[in-house]
Each structure stands twice: as structure tokens, then as C-alpha cells.
């Protein structure tokens, strides 16, 4: 925030698209050391995250879906200018299948031709298999994948973040039947159509995710094995 955004006048609530430019060039810097100093170790490069949240969101940047274009093309061309190698993702989009998935067609139609991520990646919180109603207030995972799958067809989407949130007090048991069903449910029907599942959190703690260990570092069983 010091170096790239309000602390160096980039104040996200008065951004304009020649604001964008000008952090995202500085942006592409900052990408191109950090692809050059960690060949073979990164798995993917993920650009940005919960662009298409509602404004005001507290974990994240919201910005148009042109744009976010500008900083995804700034930071696919940085990358791919010291390696060719490890994907480049989207942000994880976190607005829903249909809303998320409008924006992220509208994104790649901003793009310069011939730039592309190899990636749409979602933020399905609140989505299963219809089995735990409490964690899938939102739906079924399925519309999820059926929907952000067909933005880029071919190409596996990447869900960067999934779990249960403001809900610490729950038994480690019913979260991990809720986690169960749902990687599962990936398995078992989608497997060629999605890259990788990442819990969040990693701790209680950490924002409002439900941590596969406590605060402690204790795991939290059933659910961390």
C-alpha cells in the first residue's frame, strides 16, 4: 500500500483508468523481479484479487472490468517477458457464477489481442453440493464451475480460495463433512475442469476464515487430515 498504492497516491476510492496505467506499470515492475528471482518454484502467478467484488468490500481493490484489464495485461506481459512457463491466473472473482462470469468475459474483451491469462480463478464461498446447508447459502458448486468453465473453454478454472467464514465456533466435524462433499463433488464430476482447490485459512485468525488449525497451531481434526 505504501509503495504501489495510497501511501504513493493511488487512492483506490478516486481511481481512474489513467491512475490504473500508472500504478500497473510500476506494478509489471515489481512482477518482473519476482518472476526472475524464483524460476521452477512459483505455480501459478495470480493477478490481483476480488477485483469484481461489490464496493466497499473489505478484502479487496473493486475496479471495472476494463480496468482490471489494464493491470492483467501489464502483469501477463512482465511475466511472460522473463518466463514462459507457470501460469497466469485471474484474480479470484468472488461476485458469483453469473455476475463474476460476465465480468470476466468483459475483462478478456478489454485485453490487447493476442494477451490472455491461461486461468479464470473464483472465490466460491458459500457454495457445495447441497448436502451441508448451513456452509451453501449460495448454492450448488456446479452452477460455479459450469458457468466461470465456459468463459475460456478448454482451460481449467482455478478456485484460490474456498472454505467457511465468520463461523470459528463451529465443530471441526461439520466443517469437514462440508469439505468433504465439496472436494468430492470436484473429483467426481469436474475433475478435468478444475486446476486446484485452496482452503482458507491455513489458521484461526487469519480475516474470518475457518483455520485448518487453531490459533495455536494445533489442527484442528477432523478437518486438517
Known amino acids: 500500500h505504501e509503495t504501489y498504492g495510497e501511501g504513493a497516491g493511488c487512492v483506490w476510492e478516486r481511481m481512474t483508468s489513467d491512475k490504473w496505467r500508472e500504478l500497473g506499470a510500476r506494478y509489471a515492475d515489481f512482477l518482473r523481479v519476482i518472476a526472475r528471482q524464483y524460476p521452477g518454484i512459483i505455480a501459478a502467478h495470480q493477478i490481483w484479487n476480488e477485483q469484481d467484488a461489490y464496493e466497499g468490500a473489505a478484502a479487496s481493490v473493486t475496479m471495472s472490468p476494463q480496468d482490471y484489464a489494464i493491470i492483467l495485461n501489464y502483469g501477463i506481459q512482465a511475466i511472460r517477458s522473463v518466463d514462459s512457463t507457470p501460469p497466469i491466473i485471474t ?120 483455520g485448518l488449525v487453531n490459533r495455536s497451531d494445533t489442527p484442528r481434526e477432523p478437518l486438517y487430515s
Do not use: C
Open 91 to 210: 484474480g479470484g472473482h468472488t461476485s458469483g457464477p453469473q455476475l463474476g462470469s460476465a465480468y470476466a468475459r468483459q475483462t478478456l474483451a478489454a485485453l490487447p489481442r493476442g494477451v490472455r491469462p491461461d486461468g479464470i480463478a473464483v472465490h466460491p464461498y458459500g457454495r457445495g453440493t447441497g448436502d451441508n446447508p448451513r456452509y451453501e447459502i449460495f448454492g450448488n458448486i456446479d452452477e460455479t464451475v459450469r458457468e466461470y468453465s465456459a468463459v475460456m473453454p478448454g482451460s481449467p478454472i482455478w478456485i484460490t480460495e474456498w472454505g467457511v467464514l465468520d463461523l470459528n465456533g463451529d465443530p471441526a466435524g461439520d466443517i469437514s463433512a462440508y469439505a468433504t462433499d465439496f472436494l468430492n463433488r470436484i473429483r467426481t464430476r469436474h475433475a478435468s475442469k478444475v486446476a486446484a482447490t485452496v482452503w482458507y485459512a491455513w489458521a484461526e485468525g487469519m480475516h474470518n476464515g475457518y
